[in-house]
């Protein structure tokens, strides 16, 4: 399958925007990438290994976070692997006197 | 420091889109590609707002729009740049909430102010540095076409 790099984290993925991996479950995935680019675990993940709470994963076009299996969904070769960081924020609150 | 380019076409629909918005915030995306000086915008993607409940102050695009505006700028060579978004009657200047919600290290933000309606200033901030433990916004210059327009905020 394919993991896409999101521009962030491409300084650590070699430059590449795209990586290939053979996992045969997200998390083996993953696994794989950041074995192949160790420079990525302390982006994606917390110290406790958990996938940092900014960091939004994509099955094709589904959550992982509301997949069945989580982490744990199997993939297929033509599956793609999307690493999205959140995107937010505002204006501080206004005080009306 | 680095600087960001961008067509004028592009700086006007920004500022359109958060004069549209008002008085709740605009919000987008910036794609084109890096240069050694910063990045070269080649266009703006709209983008919703998620947060209908604080859209006045707050802004958040779904990632499963930015899957697809990623998947759009791969087909045209580009890269997602950075982000834009508005506040409405604030100054064009990342807030608490702006840094703290910020993770596309080595992105523009591009925030513009919109008072009365009416957008005033637009401000570039890059989020430099290595980590999410290291992250600062750095405030760049816009150059419009040619000309280099914006000052150092207060």
């Given at each position: 399958m394919t993991?896409f ?6 300084p650590?993925a070699?430059g590449?925007?795209e990586i290939?991996v053979?996992a045969a ?5 993953l696994?794989?990438?950041?074995q ?6 302390k982006?994606?993940?917390?110290a406790e290994?958990?996938?940092r709470s900014f960091?939004n ?5 589904e959550?992982?976070?509301y997949l ?13 692997l ?6 937010a924020g505002g204006r501080?609150f206004?005080?009306?006197r | 420091m680095?600087a960001?380019?961008?067509?004028r ?10 004069e549209?918005t008002y008085?709740?915030?605009?919000c987008g995306?910036?794609?084109g ?12 993607v709209?983008a919703g707002?998620t947060?209908?409940?604080s859209?006045?102050?707050?802004y958040s695009i ?11 700028a791969?087909?045209?060579?580009l890269?997602?740049?950075g982000f834009?978004?508005?506040h ?5 200047q990342?807030?608490a909430?702006?840094?703290?919600e910020?993770?596309?290290l080595g992105c523009?933000y591009v ?6 309606g009416?957008a005033t200033?637009?401000?570039?901030f890059r989020l ?8 600062q916004f750095?405030?760049e210059?816009?150059a ?5 327009i914006?000052?150092?905020?207060c």
């Open positions: 993991i790099i999101p521009t962030p984290l491409r650590f070699g590449r925007n290939d053979s479950t997200i998390a083996g995935a696994d794989e990438l950041t192949a680019h160790p420079d990525l675990r982006h994606l993940f917390t290994g958990k996938l960091v994963l994509y099955l094709n076009d959550d992982v976070r069945p299996a989580k982490e744990s969904t199997p993939v297929a070769a033509a599956d793609t999307s690493i999205i960081p959140s995107i501080p206004s005080v009306v | 680095s960001l380019l961008m067509p076409p592009v700086w006007e629909a920004i500022r359109a889109h958060g549209e008085p709740h915030e605009c995306a910036l794609l590609v890096a240069t050694p000086n910063g990045w070269r915008i080649e266009s703006a709209r707002n947060r209908t409940d859209a006045h102050n707050r779904a990632p499963v729009e930015l899957v697809q505006i990623e998947r759009d791969r087909s045209r060579g890269e997602i740049a834009y978004h508005s409405p009657d604030h100054p064009a990342w807030s909430t702006d840094f703290a910020a993770h596309w523009s925030i513009t102010a919109v008072a009365r009416t200033v637009t401000n570039s430099c540095g290595a980590t999410e433990e290291d992250k750095e405030w210059p816009i419009i076409d040619d000309e280099c914006g000052r150092e905020p």
